[in-house]
C-alpha cells in the first residue's frame, strides 16, 4: 500500500488553488445563477473566508438544496451551495490526481478525456472483438455507498490527517440524504446495527462523482488483476465484461457479485446477464452494435417531446431561437456519434417552427 505523506491540506486552502477552484465552480453557464453573481459581487473577500476558514479547521458544509428529475428515472439530485462547490473543486484539484494515477485506462465517468463518447467508441472496439458481453449495474449505487468503506479507501492513500478531517465533514453533510431511495440490503456478518450505518452521497456534488470512481476502483482492480478479463469498461455503476465463452462470463458474474457485497453493494441480478454482442449493446443512451450504432427509442422519443415543447415555447415567445439552435446543436453532436443521419432528417421534418 502506497500513502501520500506530505501535507496537502495547505495546498487545498492556498488562495490560487481556491481561485482556480471558483473558477471551474462557475463553468457551464452557471455565472447567471443568483447564488453564483451573489458570491462574485465580493469575490475576493469571500475566497478569503474560505481560506481563512479552511486554514483555522472551522470550515462548515451548508445545507444542501433538493429536487427530483423524473428522466431517465427519478434521481433526487442535491445541490450545495455554491461556496461549498468551490470547496468540492478545491479539495478535487490536490487529491483526485492521487487516485487517478491508480485507476485503470478503462473507466470513464467524470475523467478529464474520457467521457460517454469515449466509453461508447471502446464498447464498440470490444464489440467487434468479442462475441458474448456481460451487462452489470449496481442496485441504489450512490444510495448505498458505505461512509467507513469508502473513508478507509481514501485513507489508504492519503495520509494528511486534516484533509481526512475535511474529506469528513463533507461525508457527514450529506448522511442520509439518499435514506429514502435506500432499501436495507444486510451482508455477511452483519447484525441489527448495520442499518444504522451512515451511507449515500448526495447526488450533485463533485466529490460524489469522484469518490463513486475511488470506490468501485476496487472492482475495477479485481476484474483486470484476480478475474483477468482484458476488455472490461465501466461508467459510473455501469460496466460491461467481453469474452469469447459464455461460461467464463457466468463465472464471473458470481465472482464479481461475491466482491460488492464486500463493498457492501449488490449486483442487479436481473439485468445482470449475457449475450451475444450481435444483438446490440445498450450502452449509453445508444444500442452499440460490431458494425454499426443506433439511438435508444427512448432517447428519440424524449428529444422529440422536448423539440415540440421549444416550438411551442418558440411561438408563444417564451424562448429565442438563438436558445433552441444552441439545444438543437447540442443534441445533434451528441446523436451523430450514432448512424442517425436518417433519423434526424426525419425528426426535423416533423417539427417545424
Known amino acids: 500500500m502506497v500513502r501520500t505523506f506530505k501535507r496537502l491540506y495547505p495546498q487545498i486552502y492556498d488562495f490560487d488553488n481556491l481561485w482556480l477552484a471558483w473558477r471551474r465552480a462557475r463553468r457551464g453557464g452557471k455565472r447567471k445563477w443568483p447564488t453564483v453573481a451573489a458570491f462574485e459581487i465580493d469575490l475576493e473577500q469571500n475566497l478569503w473566508a474560505l481560506h481563512h476558514e479552511l486554514r483555522d479547521k472551522t470550515y462548515r ?35 483526485l490526481p492521487i487516485f487517478e494515477a491508480r485507476m485503470i485506462h478503462d473507466s470513464y465517468a467524470c475523467r478529464v478525456g474520457k467521457g460517454t463518447h469515449r466509453a461508447i467508441d471502446r464498447c464498440q472496439h470490444f464489440a467487434r472483438a468479442h462475441r458474448y458481453v456481460l451487462q452489470c449495474d449496481v442496485v441504489q449505487f450512490f444510495p448505498s455507498i458505505d461512509h467507513a468503506i469508502l473513508r478507509r479507501q481514501l485513507a489508504r492513500h492519503i495520509a494528511c490527517e486534516d484533509t481526512l478531517r475535511l474529506v469528513d465533514r463533507i461525508l457527514e453533510s450529506g448522511a442520509g440524504i439518499l435514506r429514502d431511495y435506500y432499501d436495507m440490503a444486510y451482508f455477511p456478518g452483519d447484525d441489527l446495527l448495520a442499518a444504522a450505518r451512515p451511507r449515500g452521497l448526495p447526488i450533485g456534488n463533485l466529490t460524489s462523482q469522484n469518490w463513486a470512481n475511488v470506490y468501485l476502483d476496487e472492482l475495477d482492480q479485481f476484474v483486470k488483476h484476480q478475474l483477468r478479463c482484458r476488455a472490461y469498461l465501466r461508467y459510473c455503476d455501469d460496466f460491461l465484461l467481453f469474452a469469447d465463452e459464455k461460461p467464463a462470463l457466468w463465472a464471473w458474474r458470481t465472482e464479481i457479485a461475491d466482491k460488492l457485497a464486500e463493498l457492501r453493494l449488490a449486483l442487479h441480478k436481473s439485468r445482470a446477464q449475457v449475450y451475444p454482442v450481435k444483438a446490440g449493446i445498450p450502452w449509453l443512451g445508444f444500442r452499440v452494435f460490431p458494425a454499426h450504432r443506433r439511438l435508444l427509442r427512448r432517447n428519440v422519443k424524449a428529444f422529440a417531446r422536448r423539440l415540440r415543447a421549444q416550438r411551442d415555447a418558440y411561438h408563444a415567445g417564451e424562448m429565442s431561437l438563438d436558445q433552441i439552435q444552441q439545444s438543437i446543436q447540442a443534441w445533434i453532436a451528441h446523436a451523430s456519434h450514432g448512424n442517425t443521419y436518417r433519423l434526424r432528417q426525419s425528426l426535423f421534418r416533423q417539427v417545424s417552427f
Open 61 to 95: 458544509p451548508g445545507p444542501y438544496r433538493h429536487f427530483t428529475i423524473r428522466q431517465p428515472k427519478v434521481r433526487r439530485i442535491s445541490a450545495a451551495p455554491f461556496r461549498d462547490r468551490v470547496v468540492h473543486h478545491a479539495l478535487m484539484q490536490v487529491t
